[in-house]
């Protein structure tokens, strides 16, 4: 799209449909495969065409949404919902996992939510970047996604380049983006096994409801006409069988819905509207006494040119449209947790997305990437691989530690690892220290079905000699955190601070971007870290670091610690 | 400024994290109530007006209503038959004139956006363990340098209006506790003057007048006894915008007067206050060779597009856009500092109470305000700190006022 022609989007949140990316690069790339032979088509479709919007648009926040397996809500209102459709094809279904592992190894957050498809978090997402007025971008070409488009909502096809607000969405489906739901109710889906009214079609349903508004609106009119009709029938057989009395019973029942659907067409317009008027009032009208054939004439008139065919399945099967509306309609009211900051696209993990792509034969993204990684400067290494992580699990070693530590100009990093996000609810796992560039040490004392690890009361008491000590300076990563983990573990923490997350921040001047620790390690030390994917990964499940080797989250976290504390001396000279 | 504000602030953020704050519940609760109701009284004036039932919420339906059937004519441009006007807040303000619905609308949508926003999430953020709300501070959250909130995001509380105070009564102190409110009142008008210079603002300041009156006078030559409530309303609106690179036309628009009338009071403000525009030239003079902005205690906001070339391109700006960099410059220089002070001020105020051996602990910090709880017994005590550390966290050219009010809870000492 021309830059001329673009929106202000400098502070959107870019919101991909990654499922769907997933599917439909798997419908338009040709056939590819790995070495080992596994189909690629769907996630080299998905790996490019991001790559693509970020190198475009570079969007300030950037989030994919993938469907969980399992249950959604849909499924509880509608039990055929997606169990009768065709299974996707075999070779699609392990790609939508390697989109995500890739979507992880560059980067690219993720959100997702169990029992709910990615629409809905998307929804979720939508709104409450409304809230806070951020505008929103969604890369789909799913039509679906099209209701949620409006105010400083859009939504962009990336193959067509075509950015869509609520006139694009009207132009290129034909309603606005408030009415898309109603038509897909009509119109049904087969591919999402969405019923939609039978015999009632893409194009019919938009006539009809550009014409007469929501579907409640269509299911009113189809039910007046199919009262219409029924007396018509009535009439008509009383007319064939001779029968006065019947036919001016029928007669009287069609009057009333035949004289309200003459006003509604008046009053909608229109050259159509204008005839169907008369057709209908020329029933409303309709004399007792009219001959015979005048009658029969008129009521016969109902059965053309009022699309009566796809009116009486509306209202035939109006219970089946209701349904489909709400299977369609997403949502306004899904909780998605993801705070808005760490919703921002992250330096790739270069060793881990090079090996994946070349796992998957993607030589010219290997190729892109290394050259990335060479223009960067990075270093493949982790600090990890090459530094000193000593395990602490008794009183004794501990104490010989601490004393080393507790000397008055000491600077000692130090980093909490625990179960949890909220330090209200989080469990301590372990603490990690450090006080010089090449190692440190990790004490665990929370983890799950292990031995090596001491009781807290006993590490706190010598903890406390340094961590509770005011002439030891202290380093860290969000020190608010740890700080408020600590305080409820019983363990205040002293002395002056360096939090290299604020220093970062403010070295940035208040602009967003990425200031994790890994991104810091990168920028400022030209280092690579190892990833919480990395070692907390069993199977394809990630699980909390209490059921974690402990020398795993030892390397991990003394990594964390001896980052920090290199990282505090380079953001103090540039402070 | 690391060392003296931002390495400090960590704690004491991390503590008012903790403390959170408590929240009536039940007030909530009723609050919703009348709120439905009156929700359900504005929606039966909307039905009336309109002559029949509809969804307030539906852009559709009420585009329908309002340009089909009641046949208003909107500002914007209509060309194809399915383009559809907005019924944002803007078009409905601008349509109040010709009829009374858009007006309702716009309170429905107000007071539905209250209803979900403060009462009914508010009570969802309550931790059962404590029953207190646990507000999160992010200390670096906007570019100024100011702190930020979210969960909730006290900066949404409406401010002046009943239900903004209806929602602050809600926010109480533990039994037997009260709460100190301590504001800053106009500091981003005193820094300027102090970072300006400008003698007449100086003087205004530091002979305690009402610094929109004496704008007003000092501006139309009125005496200042004279000055009438809509030429101070004026006064404050230029002084407020200056900061903030207002022109002619918003000032003129928003104050109800002609762009030549709003020309001309912009133009003798600028007379009075002439150090004023210096200053704001000397800071655009000084991020066009720099490429950033410092505060009093030398926060950084850099601007790198404003970097003037050589060749005097704009760094690929539109105009608009430039302008608008440039607001946010002068702007970051004022709000920056302002940002400066307060954090300042919390940190002393902290290892005031800490040194003091007080039990009175910060509970929230908004816009220019700090909110403590304080145990009956200490409140003397605390209003005293309170003025003591906030009014001399910074020495500045004129005095840094502060209004500290005690009360049982947060709207009473708004």
């Known amino acids: 799209m021309p830059e001329a022609d673009r929106p202000a989007l400098d502070d959107a949140l870019f919101l991909v449909d990654g499922t769907y990316t997933v599917y439909r690069s798997f419908f338009a790339v040709s056939r590819l495969t790995a070495p080992d032979g596994r189909p690629t088509n769907g996630v080299y479709g998905f790996v490019a065409t991001l790559r693509k919007i970020l190198r475009e648009w570079k969007p300030k926040y950037f989030a994919v949404a993938f469907d969980l397996e399992g249950p959604t809500h849909r499924n509880d209102r509608y039990e055929e919902y997606k169990a009768n459709r065709q299974p996707p094809p075999a070779d699609l279904v392990p790609q939508f996992e390697m989109a995500r592992q890739a979507a992880e190894a560059m980067g690219w957050p993720i959100v997702e939510r169990e029992g709910f498809e990615a629409d809905d978090v998307i929804a979720g997402l939508v709104r409450r970047a409304r809230e806070r007025g951020t505008p929103v971008v969604i890369v789909t070409d799913d039509k679906d996604l099209y209701q949620l488009v409006g105010d400083g909502v859009w939504v962009l096809n990336p193959a067509k380049e075509r950015l869509l607000d609520s006139n694009g969405v009207a132009d290129l489906f034909g309603v606005p983006p408030g009415r898309v739901v109603d038509v897909l109710a009509l119109m049904g889906d087969a591919s999402d096994n969405v019923p939609g009214v039978p015999g009632v079609g893409e194009k019919t349903a938009r006539a009809m409801v550009l014409r007469y508004g929501s579907l409640d609106d269509v299911i009113a009119r189809a039910r007046l006409f199919h009262e219409l009709w029924q007396a018509k029938q009535d009439a008509l057989a009383a007319l064939e069988a001779g029968d006065d009395d019947a036919f001016r019973t029928a007669l009287a029942r069609a009057r009333e819905p035949a004289r309200r659907l003459a006003v509604l067409e008046q009053r909608l317009g229109g050259d159509e509207g204008d005839r169907l008027a008369e057709r209908f009032r020329a029933v409303a009208e309709l004399p007792e006494d009219a001959p015979r054939r005048d009658a029969r004439r008129a009521l016969r008139n109902l059965e053309k040119k009022t699309q009566a065919r796809a009116w009486l399945a509306i209202a035939e099967h109006e219970e089946q449209a209701r349904l489909s509306e709400e299977l369609v309609r997403i949502p306004h009211d899904v909780d998605v947790e993801h705070p808005f900051e760490e919703l921002v696209p992250s330096m790739p993990d270069i060793e881990r997305a090079i090996t994946l792509f070349r796992e998957l034969g993607f030589r010219s993204l290997t190729a892109e990437l290394e050259d990335e990684a060479a223009a960067e400067g990075y270093r493949r290494e982790t600090v990890a691989a090459s530094l000193q992580a000593e395990v602490l699990d008794t009183e004794d070693a501990l104490a010989r530690y601490v004393e080393t530590l507790a000397r008055g100009d000491a600077r000692v990093s130090f980093d909490t690892e625990t179960d949890a996000l909220d330090p209200r609810r989080a469990r301590l796992v372990g603490v990690s220290l450090a006080a010089g560039p090449d190692g440190g040490a990790y004490v665990p004392v929370g983890h799950r079905g292990e031995a090596r690890q001491m009781p807290w009361e006993r590490a706190r008491a010598q903890l406390a000699r340094v961590i509770g000590n005011a002439a030891v300076a202290k380093v860290g990563q969000n020190l608010k955190f740890d700080i408020a983990v600590l305080r409820r573990a019983g363990l205040p923490v002293e002395g002056p601070l360096f939090d290299t997350l604020i220093a970062a921040q403010l070295l940035d001047s208040g602009r967003t971007g990425s200031h994790r620790l890994d991104d810091l390690a990168q920028r400022y030390l030209g280092a690579a870290m190892i990833s919480y994917g990395e070692i907390s990964r069993s199977g394809a499940e990630e699980v909390t670091l209490d059921l974690v080797p402990v020398d795993d989250v030892a390397r991990y976290a003394v990594e964390d610690a001896v980052v920090a504390w290199r990282l505090a001396d380079v953001l103090r000279t540039e402070l | ?414």
Do not use: C
Request: glycine share 8%.
């Open chain 2, 1 to 414: 400024m690391f060392d003296e504000i931002e390495a400090p602030l960590v704690r004491v953020l991390e503590e008012m994290e903790a403390t959170g704050i408590r929240v009536d519940g039940a007030m909530l609760e009723a609050m919703g109530r009348d709120l439905r109701a009156e929700l359900e009284r504005v929606e039966r004036e909307i039905h009336d007006l309109a002559g029949h039932p509809f969804n307030v919420n539906s852009p559709q339906q009420l585009r329908k209503v309002l340009f089909d059937e009641l046949g208003l004519v909107p500002s914007g441009r209509r060309t194809q038959k399915t383009r559809v006007h907005s019924t944002g807040q803007e078009v409905l303000e601008a349509l109040a004139a010709q009829h009374p619905l858009p007006a309702r609308v716009l309170e429905y949508r107000e007071l539905s956006k209250l209803l979900g926003t403060w009462v009914e999430a508010l009570p969802k953020l309550i931790d059962p363990e404590d029953g207190r709300v646990h507000t999160r501070f992010h200390q670096l959250g906007a570019a100024t340098g100011r702190l930020s909130s979210s969960d909730p995001n006290l900066q949404n509380i409406p401010i002046r209006t009943p239900l903004g105070r209806r929602i602050r009564e809600a926010f109480v102190p533990e039994p037997g506790w009260l709460f100190v409110s301590a504001d800053y009142s106009q500091m981003e008008l005193r820094i300027l003057a102090h970072l300006s210079g400008d003698p007449e603002l100086i003087r205004a300041f530091s002979e305690g007048r009402d610094i929109h009156a004496y704008t007003a006078a000092a501006v139309t030559g009125i005496p200042l006894e004279e000055v009438t409530p809509e030429l101070r309303a004026r006064a404050k609106a230029v002084n407020f915008g200056i900061i903030y690179g207002m022109s002619e036309f918003r000032l003129a628009r928003e104050q109800g007067m002609s762009r030549d009338e709003a020309r001309a009071f912009i133009t003798a403000y600028f007379e009075r206050y002439g150090k004023v525009r210096e200053y704001i030239d000397g800071v655009i003079a000084h991020v066009a060779r720099h490429g950033e902005v410092r505060t009093l205690f030398g926060r950084r906001r850099s601007f790198p597009e404003l970097i003037a070339t050589e060749d005097g391109t704009r760094g690929g700006l539109s105009r608009p856009q430039r302008e608008a960099l440039v607001r946010q410059a002068v702007n970051a220089t004022v709000q920056g500092s302002g940002a400066d002070i307060i954090k300042l001020a919390m940190v002393r105020l902290h290892a005031r109470f800490r040194d003091q051996g007080l039990a009175a602990r910060m509970v929230l910090q908004v816009h220019d305000e700090l909110l403590v709880e304080v145990p009956a017994g200490e409140v003397a005590q605390v209003e005293r700190h309170v003025r003591e550390v906030m009014e001399s966290a910074a020495r500045l050219a004129v005095p840094l006022a502060v209004d500290v009010r005690s009360g049982p809870n947060w709207s009473a000492v708004h």
